[in-house]
């Protein structure tokens, strides 16, 4: 017996290391990998879908990952939820997220990291509702069992503290009811739903899903750029045959599929990074191709259409009382197609090791700090580096006191409003052209403001009322927001009639990272993610969405990686 229970105990300790990375032998540098190479498949992309796809995949075969950024173990920032800002604010080459600015203004991050989005975002996690999974045509028990094998390792439960028990308590009274209770289900009414931060505040990312990989079957290669995807012929259809990648020294190396008809290359590089790397092997408009010099594989002109971000909004909200650290936990699932959710932090106002152009120490925010891009106090056209750097000196000069309290947010179902991708350049690692056309549809704009006023009667409601001051004017703090953290009420913002509000969603708007499309099935793969027109490829990621599933993308993403490589494996 006594044997029994030190062997359950040492491959308890070996799985523990193993999710922390520290047993990822087959995870090295690309420098290290041959100039030639052969797999039964190529893995463009360890994001929050290729890492479950490629750990199913090897179970059965010889798989290659290749991820353009570093180990998310190397960096403490990653894994530390009271540094979650600290990595969207890193600008430099070589920070695991990547900066890029929409058309409109609304500046954004991409993830550059083992893991993708799973280690830049604010922890939620949550499935997508029943009839998102009926109109993909997903088997619902299948994704079931998908969800269930990604939450075994990354999902968890949070502990509610006294200001996301209030936000609950408001959506409630408020009517946004049911109560749910905690779940990871998507239904409408309030609920506490899942966190990929246990209760140490360690984040759990996609990264940690590779333990489920067969050592033998997988190599991981990190800092490896994928410059094209290669292709050879069968009649004069195309098939997928390789790719060209380089790594951090910038030396060519080619990685080919082995022969085989069910071999294949599967892209997972994200909304932003999949249909680029579909243009710049050849695959999108031909007329948009031919002006950069590239040969045409397939002229398909829905490449990179379809780009949507769902547009998020916050109401900065002033607390008389002390507000516990906390990330998203709690959501009211409305039934006018908003979202309402709330993050808060005591320590939002510690002040960093940074300091500003007159010396002074720099104050985080969280996820809503100026330097991570997230500037409300100005429209998104005028969100420059100078505005940043104006917002940042402001908030350091702002007493501690003013800084405590909270954001409500309202995000957009959807949405409907959707925009387009183009290339900027051939570099693979420079961002491309974006666009989100942000409450371009009636409807999104509509869903904004009744999201704003649902976000105003939960502020005044008696559950919250220990949080929030009881003679501050909602117009007020209306202002308050669109000038934080200057926090000057200024009055421009008017109050809280619909026009006013309708300006207020159009002038505050802000990223909640939840962009996808532009390779969306029906337009650039068909049902089973081939794509279309091309043997032997696939894009499997967000890129695919008609629309965010559920509240919050970031479990589907996952699902999705380890529900198609279960499919592509039977």
Known sequence: MAFFILTGLFVLLSVSQQALGQNYTFMREATHAPPVAYYDYIVIGGGTAGCPLAATLSRRYRVLVLERGGSPY????????????????????????????SEEGVINSRPRVLGGGSCLNAGFFTRAGAGYVRAAGWDAREVLNAYRWVEDVVAFQPELGPWQAAVRRGLLETGVVPDNGFTYDHIPGTKVGGSIFDPEGRRHTAADLLRYSRPEGIDVLLRARVARILFSYRGTKPVARGVVYRDSQGIIHVAYLNQGDANEIILSAGALGSPQLLMLSGVGPADHLRSYGLDVVVDNPEVGQGMSDNPMNAIFVPSPSPVELSLIQVVGITRFGSYIEGASGSDWSTRSAASTSTGAPERSFGMFSPQTGQLATVPPKQRTPEAIARAVEAMSRVPDAAMRGGFILEKVLGPQSAGSLALRNLDPDDNPVVSFNYFAHPDDLRRCVAGIEEIERVIRSRAFARFAYPNFAFPAMLNVTAEFPVNLMRGVRGGSDPAALERFCRDTVMTIWHYHGGCQVGRVVDRDYRVLGIDALRVIDGSTFNASPGTNPQATVMMLGRYHSLESSS
């Open 74 to 101: 190397d960096d403490d920032r990653v894994l530390n939820m009271a540094h979650f800002s600290d990595v969207l604010s890193d600008t430099s080459a070589s920070s695991p997220s990547q900066r890029f600015v």
